[in-house]
T-cell receptor, first 109, second 116 residues
Framework: QKEVEQNSGPLSVPEGAIASLNCTYSDRGSQSFFWYRQYSGKSPELIMSIYSNGDKEDGRFTAQLNKASQYVSLLIRDSQPSDSATYLCARAGNTPLVFGKGTRLSVIA | GAVVSQHPSWVICKSGTSVKIECRSL??????MFWYRQFPKQSLMLMATSNEGSKATYEQGVEKDKFLINHASLTLSTLTVTSAHPEDSSFYIC????????????FGPGTRLLVL
């Protein structure tokens, strides 16, 4: 079982809709989670981190963490074509960040 | 804050030559720096973890004698690809972890290497 799993997509949503990106992890001891965005040909950039169960909002982005179910999600409200990218979920622990393979999001104008 | 730079942003070299890539944390001290490689349409692959003043820890399958890593200061790490071959052509990305936040990684913009 992979440590961090994401649906590779592509996930296509119309402009203005909510995009929902999901990630599951296998290590119950994981405490910290991160979402990165990677545009094609560019390096990843940090969107947000989440450490506690529940929701964390930052602008149009909301991260959700459920440690009991071992999943973390990222919601993007009012999706824009500029949000089209690959979104990487990562978990921290005693080792370097473990990344999922990423979900490709396509926002259709 | 938390800006990481890389130099050069792209490099083309002949097979058999060595290439050095620099990674700098511009506005923070980085206790740990990481080097990744990413082939087209593939996911990030961690190559090695380096801590200032100590030897890098390489991931399984990464040749330490081919990919030399030096982390001489809290703001600079270098990756040298020795005797580069066409199969080393890839996107090399570094990341750095601030001393104040040991879990968050901030990525540099990456270096695209093409070996002819």
């Amino acid at each position: 079982q992979k440590e961090v799993e994401q649906n590779s997509g592509p996930l296509s949503v119309p402009e203005g809709a909510i995009a929902s990106l999901n990630c599951t992890y296998s290590d119950r001891g994981s405490q910290s989670f991160f979402w990165y965005r990677q545009y094609s040909g560019k390096s990843p950039e940090l969107i947000m981190s989440i450490y506690s169960n529940g929701d964390k909002e930052d602008g149009r982005f909301t991260a959700q963490l459920n440690k009991a179910s071992q999943y973390v999600s990222l919601l993007i409200r009012d999706s824009q074509p500029s949000d089209s990218a690959t979104y990487l979920c990562a978990r921290a622990g005693n080792t370097p960040l473990v990344f999922g393979k990423g979900t490709r999001l396509s926002v259709i104008a | 804050g938390a800006v990481v730079s890389q130099h050069p942003s792209w490099v083309i070299c002949k097979s058999g030559t060595s290439v050095k890539i620099e990674c700098r944390s511009l506005d923070f001290q980085a206790t740990t720096m990481f080097w990744y490689r990413q082939f087209p349409k593939q996911s990030l692959m961690l190559m090695a973890t380096s801590n200032e003043g100590s030897k890098a820890t390489y991931e399984q399958g990464v040749e330490k004698d081919k990919f030399l890593i030096n982390h001489a200061s809290l703001t600079l790490s270098t990756l040298t690809v020795t005797s580069a071959h066409p199969e080393d052509s890839s996107f090399y990305i570094c990341s750095a972890t601030p001393a104040r936040d040991s879990e968050t990684q901030y990525f540099g913009p990456g270096t695209r290497l093409l070996v002819l």
